[in-house]
């Protein structure tokens, strides 16, 4: 079939202007599916990385926003007693916005000494040390870096807060890399909440029941001055993002109609172009074209056609989401939209298995000329 394409190449340029248009339509319904399926991965790698299962979040019960829930700091000693606790982190959470919004940041505050063990980060400029030394000093995500264009040594404020960023990370977590990293008792100071923090965050001992840890912790506080609702991580974020999930689940509809209208594009462009050569396919057969030669330069045809329009949407979404840094979050907790490589072989795999299906009615039309009247061109 190789030897044939530059037959296949020169047909669908001879109508350029419909193959163009196609190639359009196809590239931009591939666009918007892969920026679908982006945003999709990004949500299952944030509730699926194993931190999310193996973590617990001691937050303030009957609280959702981190402006309003006030733990207690030393809730850190009582819970590291707990049997199967591994470790205990208090963290102080602050966010320019709660509700929905593209552009959430985050800042974090930790016990200095216990970010890079509690964090699987990378620091790729600046420097620990810096970190430490200074309370006002904070590493940033190199996603948020790359979208606010901040570099190491520069300041950076949110709300009240402004910070001296030492240090740009990568995280294996993509939505870590939307956050702000600072010391626990500069946003304690700032916030005018000294000696409590805005959840705690519960590691714990391998082939641990995590869910009799969470009834434990609960037990522990109901009495207390501040109960608490304890959830494992990925569950909590799961919580937060319950309406941002609800809109996930719909933009998969988004993505299928995109698949409909590749292959009604393509479909349509085929059936056009079999029509206007039917007496060329008559002339191939008196040459000696089999009708199973010309329904197989006629798929190949429609399968070429959507994979060219496949591969420049998937380019186009993979570089725009690449470039932009896409992210969204609600109550402090982010999705990254990933340009990964799984988003671009969905790309390509349903832009070619489109082409193909599509081209399938007419190319079976095609190999099923008559002769004779297609050569008096009465059909």
Known sequence: MFRFL??????????????????AGSATSLFVMCFVGAMNDGMANLLQHQSAKETLIVFQANKFCPASSHLPEDYVQRIAELPHVRDVTPIQVFTNNCRASLDVVVFCGLPAEKVRHVREFELISGSWKEFEKHQDAAIMGESLAARRNVKPGQKFSIGEFTVTVVGIFRAREPAEETSVYTHLPFLQRGQKLAGTVTQLEVLLKPETDATAVCDAVDELFRGGPVATQTRLKGVFQAKSLGDLAQILGMARYLGYACVVLVLSLVATTTFMSVQDRTREHAVLQTL??????????????????????????????????????????????????????????????VSLFSGMIAGLIPAFRASRVAIVPALRNQI
Do not use: C, D, N, Y
């Open 6 to 23: 530059p037959l296949i190449l020169k047909t669908l340029w001879r109508h350029r202007s419909r193959t163009i248009l196609t190639v």
């Open 288 to 349: 000696g074209f089999t009708g199973a030669r010309i329904f197989s330069l006629v798929l190949s045809e429609s399968a070429i056609l959507g994979l060219i329009g496949g591969v420049t949407g998937t380019s186009l979404a993979i570089v725009f989401l690449h470039l932009s840094q896409i992210s969204v979050g609600a109550e402090a907790v982010t999705i990254s939209f990933v340009p990964s490589v799984g988003v671009a072989v969905r790309g390509l795999t």
